[in-house]
């Protein structure tokens, strides 16, 4: 076949592919066979702008239905007497205080573990070991990190005395009084001091 002619034929099939691609998208109109339908603009939602009542924890919902324990009032105060170290006094230096393990050797017990026994409000009666009473929170910090050091399960805990803020100084808690003698003893010698078995204020 003649190279001229296969050229024009070629370019003939060309041009007939592109009519029958393009015809229908610039001749032919589209069938709207589902009109667009305007719709007025909806009303703006009603927003309720009352206040909300602020959410209660639970411990709050049952605040004023839960009795508070038991505090011996009279031997707490005396305690703190007891135990009161001066503003002006040295700070006790606790490095010859031994630790907890030398005090409360191990011994073999000829009797089961004291059951705790309730108080009228159904808190367990647990005690602590009030070592001092001390009106500088950092003073509080510092001797109970002391004692922590030497194995004592020591902490520290704020109390009002009239208008100012004392801390208190306590070992413990325990179940068993008994399990103080031995501590008692060591604390009263290093610290100079008269401490005094107390019921434990647990915190609410």
């Known amino acids: 076949m003649n190279p ?26 589209p069938l ?7 719709r007025p603009t909806p009303e703006r939602p009603r927003i309720d702008t009352s206040p909300i009542a602020k959410p209660q924890s639970p411990e709050a919902m049952i605040r004023d239905s839960v009795e508070t324990p038991e505090i011996d009032r009279e031997s707490q105060i005396r305690a703190d007497e007891l135990t009161r170290l001066e503003d002006g006094e040295d700070d006790r ?12 050797q191990l011994k073999l017990r000829d009797e089961a573990l004291v059951t705790p026994v309730l108080d009228a409000s159904g ?5 602590v070991l009030q070592v001092a009473t001390v009106s500088s929170e950092s003073r509080a910090k510092t001797l109970v990190e002391q004692l922590v050091n030497k194995g004592y399960p020591a ?15 306590q070992i413990g ?17 290093v610290l100079r001091v008269q401490s005094m078995i107390v019921r434990y204020q647990q915190p609410l």
């Open 123 to 127: 808190y367990p009666q647990a005690w």
């Open 155 to 169: 902490f520290h805990a704020r109390f009002a005395n009239g208008t100012s803020a004392q801390w208190r100084i």
């Open 173 to 189: 808690p325990k179940f068993e009084k008994s399990s103080f003698d031995s501590i008692k003893l060591e604390v009263d010698r």
């Open 4 to 29: 001229i002619l296969r050229q024009r034929l070629v370019g003939a099939l060309v041009l007939i592919a592109l009519c029958v691609v393009f015809w229908p998208i610039v001749f032919v109109e």
């Open 32 to 38: 709207d066979e589902q009109p667009i339908e305007l």
């Open 93 to 104: 230096n606790l490095s010859d205080l031994n630790t907890v393990d030398s005090v409360e």
